[in-house]
Nanobody, 116 residues
Framework: QVQLVESGGGLVQAGGSLRLSCVAS????????MAWYRQPPGRQRELVAS???????NYGDSVKGRFTISRDNAQKTVYLQMNSLKVEDTAVYSC??????????WGQGTQVTVSS
């Protein structure tokens, strides 16, 4: 069972920045896909960004140009740098990871609140 622990959430004013971190309990191997999802209040969960072991990234349309996903395989950590935050970015942000032949695992989530 892989454990994922997020940190870095909090309260920030619109226009500000936050960096989320997700630490995995196991080594990130070739083929692992790490991602950040978010669930705004009263809405469905949506993909924010994902990254593969070769560094390929994918972003949700609403965060392109503002958010950056990165990973440090040696530290078993994935980051989400969030800049130019908007009120509508308010959500619970969760880290997920897909390990080949093992499945997908989720963290507990961290709250991000952007005030106007």
């Amino acid at each position: 069972q892989v454990q994922l622990v997020e940190s870095g959430g909090g309260l920030v004013q619109a226009g500000g920045s936050l960096r989320l971190s997700c630490v995995a309990s196991e080594i990130i191997v070739s083929g692992t896909v790490m991602a950040w999802y978010r669930q705004p209040p009263g809405r469905q969960r949506e993909l924010v960004a994902s990254i593969t072991t070769d560094g390929s990234t994918n972003y949700g349309d609403s965060v392109k140009g503002r958010f950056t996903i990165s990973r440090d395989n040696a530290q078993k950590t994935v980051y989400l740098q969030m800049n130019s935050l908007k009120v509508e970015d308010t959500a619970v942000y969760s880290c997920s990871g897909y390990w080949p032949r093992r499945g997908t695992y989720w963290g507990q989530g961290t709250q991000v609140t952007v005030s106007s």
